[in-house]
């Protein structure tokens, strides 16, 4: 049985009320726009409507009213389709003011197994990959989804998003709501992502950094200035290796979206490597993505 479910009372050219069965809040409250909906989820999620004037909620019932520029008659059945499937989805109606909004919405990729799930908070300082569950133990969320979700392979986190690779047997379609859901829910309820150990100390068994030439801090410099912000906004990442100074090849890692991307390689050389190579003079020739 549906947790919630939406029922229309009645409905006139500018106004339409509609019940939320199962749903008390025991108190009346206006909206006139996104700016008066702090801790109201549902409201802010109506607001998206361009449509929609004000929002009434009362104890148990919406009342919503449209600019005279359209009727109610014209749009109702859709929203109320669209409501019902933001309850189905598990979300909020009201949060408790000592609670927090949480905002996730899922965004594609070029890599077809890849989905971008971007949240309205900081969440890493820099980027981190998470290729299976036994890479977890400082990382419960990670933990979490790779035990809940069967079919999430890996993991990246950067910043403010997750990008998450899926087995090829599955369909975006069907499952990125459950994750966007579990997620948005796991950091509401102010569970950690990460520990406090894992964020802010390095392990003494960690792989010791290595000793890098001016040029190939010069690569690096390069790669996060011309090349990391563009592979970040479609969910992946791009890592430095090393240089073959006899070669002019330049060893890289692919993470998130762009490890296995069908696309990464005609990136990798049409687009990475042409920019590399202008901007060295011709001292790099290669770029070589040794994972993918």
Same mark, same amino acid.
């Given at each position: ?31 006139? +726009? ?59 109606? /009201? ?6 909004? /949480? ?10 197994? /890849? ?47 997750? +990008? ?67 592979? +970040? ?5 791009? /890592? ?53």
């Amino acid at each position: 049985m549906k947790k919630y479910k939406i029922q229309k009372i009645n409905s006139n050219p500018q106004f339409l009320e509609l019940n939320i069965i199962n749903f008390k809040y025991n108190k009346t409250k206006l909206f006139h +726009s996104i700016n008066d909906a702090k801790n109201y989820p549902l409201v802010l999620f109506l607001f998206q409507f361009p449509f929609i004037k004000t929002i009434k909620l009362n104890n148990n019932c919406l009342e919503l009213e449209c600019f005279n520029t359209i009727t109610w008659s014209d749009i109702e059945d859709e929203l109320i389709v669209q409501i019902q499937d933001y309850l189905d989805n598990e979300n909020d109606i /009201v949060i408790e003011n000592n609670s927090k909004i /949480v905002d996730v919405y899922a965004e594609i990729t070029p890599n077809p197994n /890849v989905m971008k799930f971007v949240l309205n908070s900081s969440i890493i300082s820099q980027p981190l990959e998470i290729k299976n569950s036994s890479d977890t133990n400082d990382a419960p969320l990670a933990k979490e989804l790779f035990s809940k979700f069967s079919y999430i392979k890996e993991l990246f986190f950067d910043k403010n998003y997750i +990008s998450i690779t899926k087995n090829e047997t599955e369909n975006w379609d069907e499952i990125f709501q459950d994750i966007r859901s579990f997620i948005k829910k796991y950091i509401e309820n102010d569970f950690p992502i990460f520990t406090k150990e894992f964020k802010n100390e390095k392990k003494s068994d960690e792989v010791k950094e290595k000793q890098t030439t001016d040029f190939e801090k010069k690569i690096i410099s390069l790669l996060d200035t011309h090349i990391t912000p563009a592979v +970040s906004a479609d969910g992946g990442n791009i /890592v430095f290796d090393s240089f073959e100074k006899e070669t002019k090849t330049v060893n890289v890692l692919l993470q998130g979206a762009c490890s296995g991307c069908p696309s990464s390689v005609i990136t990798l050389k049409n687009g990475i490597e042409t920019l590399l190579r202008d901007l060295t003079n011709g001292e790099i020739r290669t770029v070589n993505a040794i994972n993918n």
